[in-house]
């Protein structure tokens, strides 16, 4: 499938995450939302989990890069971002979700910034857009 967007963010931040996906579908756009996996489910995606409760469980995977499930959601997240059109990076976000920033830009991908970054970040300039609020971003995909 392909996306318009495809959204970074922590899971801890899931309440917003899942909100800006819900409006951007509402513009009538596609976007790939990593909380709802595009159809991977597994133990951890459970968008009804208490995000702190997820992050313990998922922070403490054992030998955690063999773990099949850990690299089934990897896959899964790396061909979204291949298969989208930008990335947004939601603030607070993340180490993975800064990766996937880094990869999206890699890729030749947009990246869309929503959030306020109030201290100077040299690597933040791979951003092309940035918006202080999601209502911003919102307004700007008519």
Request: glycine share 8%; hydrophobic share 35%.
């Amino acid at each position: 499938m392909k996306y318009d967007y495809f959204i970074a963010s922590r899971w801890r931040n899931r309440d917003s995450v899942l909100e800006l996906a819900r409006k951007i579908r509402e513009k009538g756009k596609t976007v790939y939302c990593f909380i709802e996996g595009d159809g991977v489910e597994h133990k951890w995606r459970d968008a009804k989990r208490d995000p702190e409760e997820f992050m313990q469980d998922y922070e403490s995977v054992p030998d955690w890069h063999k773990d099949f499930t850990v690299k089934e959601v990897f896959h899964a997240d790396m061909n979204a971002l291949k298969d989208s059109e930008a990335l947004i990076l939601l603030l607070p976000a993340g180490k993975s979700a800064h990766i996937e920033a880094g990869a999206a830009y890699g890729m030749g991908k947009r990246c869309i910034l929503i959030g306020e970054q109030k201290e100077t970040e040299s690597l933040y300039l791979i951003f092309e857009k940035f918006y202080s609020s999601v209502e911003d971003f919102l307004g700007s995909i008519g």
